[in-house]
T-cell receptor, first 112, second 113 residues
Framework: NAGVTQTPKFQVLKTGQSMTLQCAQD?????MSWYRQDPGMGLRLIHY???????DQGEVPNGYNVSRSTTEDFPLRLLSAAPSQTSVYFC???????????FGPGTRLTVT | AQKVTQAQTEISVVEKEDVTLDCVYE???????LFWYKQPPSGELVFLIR????DEQNEISGRYSWNFQKSTSSFNFTITASQVVDSAVYFC??????????WGAGTKLIIKP
């Protein structure tokens, strides 16, 4: 049982490049979320999903896309990277009736 | 609007001292949940506690204790006899009506040997 896994752990992009941050969970959790963590600001919700085929926007969705084709996977796509997207990205999952979220180890992204 | 305020940006104490981390929240919901998470230097987020709005009993778990007071909209976290391994960033969070967490900015706790 690996829990929530994220790849890559570190990534450096140039402005304008696109990439996908991977997130997978093996706990059969219905809810999955993507957060970004910036210094002094706590975590902010980017996008979330309440089940396969269903996604919705969080607090800071601009510049990011998500899809949820399976229960296990919830990739986050950066369409055209900007320096403002330099951050640490966390993926989380939880069961429908639980409020305890399980977090992945994070992806540290730098956009130059 | 839902909001969580952790006014203490950074706290530094000497090992074995007691330390309290403050959390003040705002919500219009009558039913809500509050959480504390720990983020050690390694970066992962570790769940510590969940408290619902109907349960104002204080909670104690080893050296950790939590004081929930609805009258002051506070959910403070105390570490007794602090240890160097307690050094981390601690986040308080509030569950909103969409079942997502609203996070405070975090308090960085430094425990000096």
């Amino acid at each position: 049982n690996a829990g929530v896994t994220q790849t890559p752990k570190f990534q450096v992009l140039k402005t304008g490049q696109s990439m996908t941050l991977q997130c997978a969970q093996d706990m059969n959790h219905e809810y999955m979320s993507w957060y970004r963590q910036d210094p002094g600001m706590g975590l902010r919700l980017i996008h979330y999903s309440v089940g396969a085929g269903i996604t919705d926007q969080g607090e800071v969705p601009n510049g990011y896309n998500v899809s949820r084709s399976t229960t296990e996977d919830f990739p986050l796509r950066l369409l055209s990277a900007a320096p403002s997207q330099t951050s640490v990205y966390f993926c989380a999952s939880r069961q429908r009736d639980s409020y305890e979220q399980y977090f992945g180890p994070g992806t540290r992204l730098t956009v130059t | 609007a839902q909001k969580v305020t952790q006014a203490q940006t950074e706290i530094s104490v000497v090992e074995k001292e007691d330390v309290t981390l403050d959390c003040v929240y705002e919500t219009r919901d009558t039913t809500y949940y509050l959480f504390w998470y720990k983020q050690p230097p390694s970066g992962e987020l570790v769940f510590l506690i969940r408290r619902n709005s109907f349960d104002e009993q204080n909670e104690i778990s080893g050296r950790y204790s939590w004081n929930f007071q609805k009258s002051t909209s506070s959910f403070n976290f105390t570490i007794t006899a602090s240890q160097v391994v307690d050094s981390a960033v601690y986040f308080c969070a509030l569950k909103d009506s969409n079942y997502q967490l609203i996070w405070g900015a975090g308090t960085k706790l430094i425990i000096k040997p």
